[in-house]
């Protein structure tokens, strides 16, 4: 039991300032449990490398937890065509933003798990994302080596030397303090499962220095070890484990719960005024003392529509579409 | 060979014609890498109609899935079922990088004259005045795939000479360290693999001139006119080369995606 804390010694892990990287694909499986009670905590200046975002790091963005935001994507896919705290914070200057492609960033995660500070690539080439007029860390003086995980370069470009097949782009390992992550099981001692689609979950883990695995259920390590090729991250490289059920709403998680779309979709679209979303926030966040009041709200009949059928390893019932 | 039996102007909506439209531009064994959205209905209607042996990936790290039901998202529980292989980006975008991909559908906010597309800002991008999702991977399909299909809205602001921000490489790229706009082919050497082969708006199919790289009209679809493509571009488009109609739905097409693809209408209406 020793790794086991609450959702609020979880967030006490974080600090002001901290680079930060999350578990999951856009609207799928991020640690929304966390996600709250950083916001709850009021944690400032955070810098969020992810390889892509989402509902998550919009919902950061927009209680002003985010100084940088590092990545690739930000929206609500379906239920919300753009990230509208980023595109507002953005256009009024108090968020920073660092663009890098899907597989770059991808690239930048995996060199950060292998312990490498950068990697080559092909992709992307000829687009304004390697814009040197568009670092923007590089512009704001932020590359100056004052925060070690910040890159001295955005980009280089390097001769293949051993075949001769060009010029390659490297980019920089992403080095995060932190990465919460939200799956599906997790052993006693730490051993991860995770169900599905792996997303980019093991190079994030790998890469940070700390890792907080939030899991719908703790089981016992002996259980998981019946299996160990289903298994993806091993416990020495998880320091703290919290058990919360529901824990990725209203994103979606495989064999356990539908994506709650209404709910991300009346987020979105609060969330064109920043008055939307503290109202928003008030009601869902502030309003609510933890997590599981936060259950409480949603009520059980909206849970059970969500929850998957164990046989498709998502929800027959949930109503998606206009038919 | 049966007749095909085509539908007639208003008993299909523009979305059908795009997704059919965007079917027939598989070709059966190929590997297809499909985003959310009308890639989805396209290459499911390609795999039950002209290209049963094609393969679908989803970005978030499904290999051949058969969903039972349309996923909503790449990342959906959906795109699992009965996959030959559940992994992750690492596995989808090393196959990509290593010239696996045969065809990738991509999306956008704007589209220039040579195909270079942009999803992250309107305005200059230190100031922008809108803020849009950004780049996700279509850089990284739409640079490292053989062969990549866009689907537009046809629209002035959206077809234009220049676009504010070059987020995925079209036919003619900026070279990087230097910045200097050369040929695609040049750009990228001796890894050059192909990349945008057409677009597909709510009005037209456009293709590309394989010396200049410039967009053509290529098709245009029925109840529209060249006129009426013309009017909605920002800049000046070769029309001299067009083939005459889009090939229409036939009813056939027109039932798979109602009844088998999307019948519960999560992106058809």
Redesign the interface.
């Given at each position: 039991m020793g790794k086991r804390i609450t959702v609020q010694e979880a967030v006490g892990m974080i600090n002001d300032g901290d680079m930060i990287t999350f578990s999951?694909?856009?609207?799928?499986?991020r640690p929304m449990a966390v996600i709250y009670e950083i916001i709850r905590q009021r944690k400032r200046n955070l810098h969020l490398i992810e390889?892509?975002s989402g509902t998550h790091g919009d919902m950061l963005v927009g209680a002003g937890c985010v100084k940088v935001w590092e990545?690739?994507?930000?929206?609500h896919?379906?239920f919300g065509?753009?990230?509208g705290n980023?595109?507002r914070k953005?256009?009024n200057?108090e968020v920073i933003?660092e663009?890098?492609?899907?597989?770059?960033m991808?690239l930048r995660m995996?060199a950060g798990a292998l312990g490498i500070p950068y990697i080559p690539?092909?992709?992307?080439?000829?687009?304004?994302?390697?814009?040197?007029?568009?670092d923007?860390l590089g512009?704001l003086g932020m590359r100056d080596g004052s925060n070690p995980r910040i890159s001295r370069q955005k980009a280089q470009?390097v001769e293949d030397p051993f075949f001769?097949?060009?010029?390659l782009?490297h980019v920089p390992a992403a080095r995060p303090n932190i990465c919460i992550a939200h799956v599906q099981q997790v052993g006693e001692d730490g051993t991860v499962r995770v169900w599905?689609?792996?997303?980019?979950?093991?190079?994030a883990i790998k890469a940070a220095d700390k890792v907080i695995v939030v899991a719908e259920e703790v089981v016992p390590e002996e259980y998981l070890r019946r299996e160990p090729s289903q298994n993806l991250i091993p416990p020495y490289l998880v320091d703290a484990i919290v058990e919360q059920p529901w824990g990725a709403h209203p994103t979606?998680n495989?064999?356990c719960y539908e994506?709650d779309?209404p709910f991300m979709r009346d987020f979105y679209n609060k969330t064109r005024t920043q008055e939307g979303f503290d109202a928003w926030a008030e009601e869902w966040i502030f309003g609510v003392p933890d997590f599981d009041a936060y259950l409480e709200k949603l009520g059980y009949k909206r849970l059970q529509s969500l929850k998957?059928n164990s046989a498709?390893?998502?929800s027959?019932q949930a109503k998606?579409?206009?038919? | 060979m049966m007749e095909k039996n085509y539908a007639k102007p208003g008993e299909y909506k523009v979305i059908d014609l795009l997704a059919v439209a965007a079917a027939r531009e598989v070709n059966d064994g190929e590997v297809v890498f499909a985003g959310t959205g009308l890639p989805m209905l396209a290459i499911m209607l390609a795999q039950k109609t002209t290209a049963p042996n094609s393969y679908l990936i989803y970005e978030a790290g499904t290999i051949d899935g058969k969903s039972l039901h349309l996923p909503a998202s790449v990342g959906d529980a959906r795109c699992v079922y009965q996959a030959a292989v559940a992994s992750g980006l690492y596995d989808v975008f090393g196959q990509l990088q290593r010239g696996r991909i045969d065809l990738g559908y991509l999306g956008g906010a704007e589209i220039d004259m040579y195909g270079n597309v942009n999803t992250t800002v309107i305005g200059d991008y230190t100031k922008p005045q809108i803020r849009f999702p950004g780049s996700g991977g279509n850089p990284d399909i739409n640079s490292m795939a053989r062969r990549t299909v866009f689907i537009m809205v046809q629209e002035k602001r959206r077809f234009r000479e220049k676009v504010d921000y070059i987020t995925s490489p079209g036919w003619r790229v900026r070279k990087w360290p230097g910045g200097q706009m050369v040929s695609r082919q040049e750009a990228f050497g001796k890894t050059f693999r192909g990349g945008p082969s057409a677009v597909i708006s709510n009005m037209a199919v456009f293709r590309f001139d394989e010396e200049t790289g410039l967009m053509y009209l290529d098709t245009v679809h029925p109840g529209y006119t060249v006129n009426d493509v013309l009017n909605n571009v920002d800049f000046k488009l070769d029309v001299s080369r067009v083939k005459g109609e889009t090939e229409p739905p036939t009813h056939e097409e027109l039932h798979i995606l109602y009844h088998e693809v999307d019948p519960e209408g999560i992106f058809l209406p």
């Open positions: 999951g694909f856009t609207i799928w499986r390889v892509n990545s690739c994507w930000i929206g896919e379906l065509k753009l990230g980023l595109d953005v256009r200057g933003t663009d890098y492609s899907h597989h770059q991808l995996a690539t092909w992709a992307s080439r000829g687009t304004d994302i390697l814009n040197p007029e568009y923007m512009k470009w001769e097949e060009g010029t782009i599905g689609q792996k997303y980019a979950d093991e190079e979606g495989f064999g994506v779309g998957a498709y390893k998502y027959n998606r579409g206009s038919r | -």
